[in-house]
């Protein structure tokens, strides 16, 4: 019986839609003991014998994929691949995948509680009442003010409504153009610098590339707007941490929410982590129950279209695979 190695934690051993297409393909389902990403001992342990695999967040490189000769697929939960080696999956006939279209609505959800976490004090609110005080203060609204999104893909493009709900005004900086969906919402695009200018609140969602590595750095928070926010629900790498927190000594950066780090998991001594500006969360933007049971049903079906001979083409990330195969 062909064997599919199950990565992500939130749906080991858990009933879901995947399991069901995966066992109705024939599959036996086998999965990383212990809790958190499957370490590196585990991998080389358990890609030997796997045919296909559902990938979370951990790495994926040729010297593990030189461990992996069965394997078709790494189906990727999520839309962020940069944690895969794809020069190295598709040089060993590798299809990647990803789940597109399946957690943009959660990230977006999670880059608003964020904002209004630091916006709201309601980190700082609840500590100091559990504590026997009783402190209130005027806090700024977020309505009124001017959401920036670098990056203008699904997520990017799910944030819209709500900051529109919300009455903010939102301005964008991509380098995809969208007439119709900027007139549908009245959304003005700019350059980057000038976004950086206008914009009361930065959200990035781009992917982590090396022309995005430290993309916001000490020139780029010196252009924004004194006492703006920054969050980051994309990847850590986009932003370099030892710049973020001077900006935010200085007052430059008003506050950062924080869903990604670089690395991950931060070190117990990252100075971010007690700041009282910085409101955080461990990497979970993308994972709520819908979106992980439509991710990794959506992974199922790639792991099995490839399993059968099939390209599915709108998820590969190497799609010259399909080409290959002609």
Known sequence: MPIALIGPEPIRRQPGRYREILEAAGFDLVYPEGEGTPTEAQLRQMLPQADVVMAGGEKYTAELMDLAPKVKVLARTGVGFDAIDIAAATQRNIAVTIAPGTNQESVAEQAFALLLGLTRKIAYYDAIIRSGRWERDVV???????????????IGRAMVPR?????????????IADPDFDVKHGLQRMLFENLLAEADVVSLHLPATPETRGLMNKQTFAKMKRGAILL?????????EIDLLEALESGQIGGAGLDVFDPEP?????????????????????????????MATLAAQCMVEVAQGHWPIPCMVNPELAARAL
């Open 140 to 154: 700024s609204p977020i309505r009124g003010k001017t959401l920036g999104l670098v990056g203008l893909g699904r």
């Open 163 to 175: 900051a529109l709900a919300f009455g903010m005004n939102v301005i964008a900086f991509d380098t």
């Open 232 to 240: 980051n629900t994309a990847r850590g790498p986009l932003v370099n």
């Open 266 to 294: 931060p070190l117990p001594t990252n100075p971010l982590l007690q700041h009282p500006r910085v409101v955080s969360s461990p990497h979970v933007a993308g994972i709520d129950s819908k979106s992980m049971d439509d």
